[in-house]
């Protein structure tokens, strides 16, 4: 009965949700071979986003020459790139699940439509308060980052790695990125989430209770500061250009992804690529859980890991009653 799955669910992935194999014990090797394999390959976001990086540098990317010096032409052709590329990747997958509901309700997690109304909403609606937010801060603030990466390496300030001197470096780099993604990301979440940063500044990321595609990147000006700072770590962890497009835009696109609200596409009765966390659609319902991701176990350790089921739900719901003293 504790492993029974949560109710008031459309759908529920299986639970209990798992976190790393790399974090428990004992290890089992053909378990991280398969989270890893599963995590990379075969379509997979991650995949998709490398190749949408390469992309990019080859084809809609100045060269570092022309970005030593900042001027209006270039900055704008990033810019302009971004914002045609968030609105294909959160406009598409709206218009699929949402719109069009080419999918009905299959492997939606929350069986509630999106908010059409509502006077937390700057604009007076989920989709237009999320559309604007997403493109006129959070591409904005995402291509300010790229812009001042791009000047930093074009002129010494930041350290370049290139394929000819580190190959096995310039491969790794993809894979620890991701890593280091679960390890900001749960820092600065819980830090947004202490009472004052979160009346000011995180609230506007949670008037999304129950969350769409233009969701993820739809936050208050300061957290996208916050959020997309992580690339800064290559001030003093060397990176190529093509690392900065992809780590830049994997924070950028995953978050719509993972706020999709669906497990993952279906095509042919089968599903072909995963979408939508379970783990984190809990965070924007129950609030106090799943600050981090799976990745790293954070939430585990400190006593915020909801995994799916009535048990942890139950745990949840004596937790909170302990925080308020009741």
């Known amino acids: 009965m504790d492993n029974e799955p949560l109710k008031g669910w459309n ?7 798992r976190i790393s194999p790399f974090f428990t014990w004992p290890l089992r090797p053909l378990e991280m071979l398969s989270w890893v394999w599963n995590s990379w390959f075969l379509i997979t976001e991650k995949l998709i986003i490398v190749a949408i990086a390469f992309a990019s540098f080859y084809w809609f990317q100045p060269p570092l020459g022309e970005t030593q010096t900042l001027a209006f032409g270039w900055i704008a052709e990033m810019y302009l790139r971004n914002l045609l590329l968030m609105t294909a990747v959160a406009g598409g997958l709206h ?3 949402y719109s069009f509901t080419k999918q009905g309700k299959e492997l939606r997690y929350d069986p509630r439509p999106l908010m059409k109304n509502g006077r937390q909403f700057t604009l007076g609606g989920q989709i237009k308060d999320n559309v604007f937010w997403t493109l006129a801060s959070g591409v904005t603030v995402w291509t300010t980052y790229e812009v001042l990466m791009f000047w930093a390496l074009a002129n010494g300030y930041a350290p370049l790695l290139t394929w000819a001197a580190h190959p096995v470096w310039f491969v790794v780099m993809f894979w620890a990125i991701p890593v280091w993604e679960s390890f900001y990301f749960y820092w600065i979440h819980r830090f ?14 949670h008037r999304n209770i129950n969350v769409g595609p233009w969701s993820g990147l739809s936050m208050h000006p300061v957290e996208h500061v916050i959020f997309l700072g992580s690339v800064l770590i290559h001030w003093v962890v060397a990176a190529h250009p093509v690392h900065i497009l ?4 994997y924070y950028a696109l995953t978050a719509v992804t993972t706020h999709t609200g669906f497990e993952g596409l279906v095509v042919k009765d089968k599903k072909r690529l995963a979408l939508g966390t379970f783990h984190h659609q809990m965070h924007h319902r ?13 939430d585990k350790l400190f006593g915020s890991f909801h995994d799916g089921t009535s048990r942890a739900d139950a745990l949840m719901k004596e937790r909170r009653k302990r925080m308020m003293g009741s």
């Not at 947004?192 to 990321?205: D, E, G, Q, S, T």
Request: aromatic content about 24%.
């Open 95 to 97: 218009l699929y699940f």
């Open 246 to 249: 992809f780590h830049l835009q």
């Open 11 to 17: 759908h529920v992935p299986a639970v209990p949700l």
């Open 192 to 205: 947004l989430h202490i009472p004052f940063f979160y009346k000011h500044i995180h609230a506007l990321h």
């Open 286 to 298: 129950y609030f106090e859980c799943n600050y981090g991701s799976l990745e790293i176990p954070w």
